[in-house]
């Protein structure tokens, strides 16, 4: 004798679980991205609807547009990973990859800084030639003070940490607000000098 088969039930979706420590790092990710980018979209509207016939406007406004684009990407992205962690069971036999993350947003939150230190710097009374590495003035030139070893070594320091401490899992609670004051202290910095420019009159 057959029998009619109901309707086959789909299999629920799967979702691979994630640590505790995962979560953290997931969640704050996505907090730095969301957050720097929903700032950066913020303060570039002036660039994206200043007059071209200021100066300033003129002169900031095409690196506004790119900014506001990629802080555009970046909030997407920040949304998709809170999405992607909100979603998954948090289970201590899952995977805590998120806290590869919390690396990438110390180290990005270092090149920030590293950024907006000067390669040359010269005494007052003085402008610096970068291209030659030289104080000039009126009377006078010589060699500038070079920071180039400083940004080397907060570079390759950083990497150092994020690559051996960041993103340990064990150490989530404390490498993860570290990674966070990091990263907003570098893009916070960059934000002041890019789009958080006045350039309407």
């Given at each position: 004798?057959?029998?009619?088969?109901?309707?086959?039930?789909?299999?629920?979706?799967?979702?691979?679980?994630?640590?505790?420590?995962?979560?953290?790092?997931?969640?704050?990710?996505?907090?730095?991205?969301?957050?720097?980018?929903?700032?950066?979209?913020?303060?570039?509207?002036?660039?994206?609807?200043?007059?071209?016939?200021?100066p300033p406007?003129?002169?900031?406004?095409?690196?506004?547009?790119?900014?506001?684009?990629?802080?555009?990407f970046m909030?997407?992205?920040?949304?998709?990973?809170?999405?992607?962690?909100?979603?998954?069971?948090?289970?201590?036999?899952?995977?805590?990859?998120?806290?590869?993350?919390?690396?990438?947003?110390?180290?990005?939150?270092?090149?920030?800084?590293?950024?907006?230190?000067?390669?040359?710097?010269?005494?007052?009374?003085?402008?610096?030639?970068?291209?030659?590495?030289?104080?000039?003035?009126?009377?006078?030139?010589?060699?500038?003070?070079?920071?180039?070893?400083?940004?080397?070594?907060?570079?390759?320091?950083?990497?150092?940490?994020?690559?051996?401490?960041?993103?340990?899992?064990?150490?989530?609670?404390?490498?993860?607000?570290?990674?966070?004051?990091?990263?907003?202290?570098?893009?916070?910095?960059?934000?002041?000098?890019?789009?958080?420019?006045?350039?309407?009159?």
């Amino acid at each position: 004798m057959c029998h009619d088969a109901g309707p086959m039930s789909r299999p629920p979706r799967y979702t691979s679980e994630i640590t505790t420590a995962g979560r953290v790092a997931g969640y704050t990710s996505a907090a730095c991205l969301v957050i720097t980018g929903a700032a950066y979209l913020v303060f570039s509207i002036d660039e994206l609807t200043c007059s071209p016939i200021y100066p300033p406007c003129a002169r900031y406004a095409p690196g506004g547009i790119i900014i506001a684009v990629a802080a555009a990407f970046m909030l997407l992205f920040g949304v998709v990973i809170g999405v992607l962690v909100r979603r998954r069971a948090v289970s201590e036999a899952g995977t805590s990859g998120y806290t590869v993350l919390l690396s990438f947003v110390f180290v990005a939150g270092v090149l920030g800084v590293v950024a907006r230190i000067p390669t040359y710097t010269c005494p007052a009374g003085t402008h610096v030639d970068p291209l030659a590495a030289l104080c000039i003035n009126d009377r006078t030139r010589f060699d500038a003070t070079s920071w180039l070893w400083l940004k080397w070594a907060l570079v390759l320091g950083a990497t150092g940490v994020a690559a051996t401490v960041i993103w340990r899992p064990r150490w989530v609670h404390v490498t993860a607000p570290i990674a966070a004051a990091s990263w907003f202290a570098g893009l916070g910095w960059l934000l002041t000098e890019t789009v958080g420019r006045n350039v309407r009159p």
